[in-house]
């Protein structure tokens, strides 16, 4: 006694295998029907299946119109059915996007990140008085942590300072001021509790491993 296997090495590659080989085959079959009636009676039931098959797609914007797109591709474009939408091109799906711009460091000084450069930028444009004032002092203090975190435990104020006069373009002068930012053991501090905490929590783990 013989069978006659057929090993997925021997078929046609899916198009979206998402949807099964049997859904392919009924695209296939749809695009074989000799009338635009029956494509387009068929077109619709296999509209119907696919959506059963992606629930998660129903809750997306113009889901019916993703499911026709789909339809479309399976049927290598060959389909000639009265679509609702309208029908995307071959050309389109493989026109390559453009090319993505590699994102710039907000500065030289990459261990404060792109962040710092936006918190600059957006008190730049707040109006003069306390409030823009303490989100200077803040907006340095962060500076300092991020600085400590990426560089070493200590670093004088007064360089701080020199970079958010830099950053700012001159606006924001705190290098002849008064004001003191925060201890770097107050800054640091979360961040070693926080490791303290997971030693610990790892600790706990290899203990009740052991048992």
Known sequence: MTFDLEYNSERSKLIIPEYGRHIQKLVNHCVSLDTKEERNTMAKA????????????????????????????????????????????????????????????????????????????????????????????????????????????TVEDAIIFDHLFELSNGKFDLRNSDEVLSEAKELLKNRKGQGSRGNKGKNQSNKNRKR
């Open 46 to 153: 296999i509209i119907d299946v696919m959506g059963n098959l992606q629930p998660h797609l129903r809750d997306v914007p113009d889901f019916k119109h993703k499911l026709w797109d789909q339809l479309h591709i399976m049927s290598d474009f060959k389909l000639d059915a009265d679509s609702p939408y309208e029908k995307p091109s071959k050309e389109e799906l493989q026109e390559k996007p453009d090319r993505l711009k590699y994102p710039k460091s907000a500065s030289k000084y990459r261990f404060y990140g792109n962040n710092i450069q936006i918190m600059i930028d957006t008190a730049l444009t707040w109006e003069e008085g306390e409030m823009k004032e303490a989100l200077v002092y803040t907006i340095a203090n962060h500076m300092k942590k991020c600085f400590l975190s990426w560089n070493k435990d």
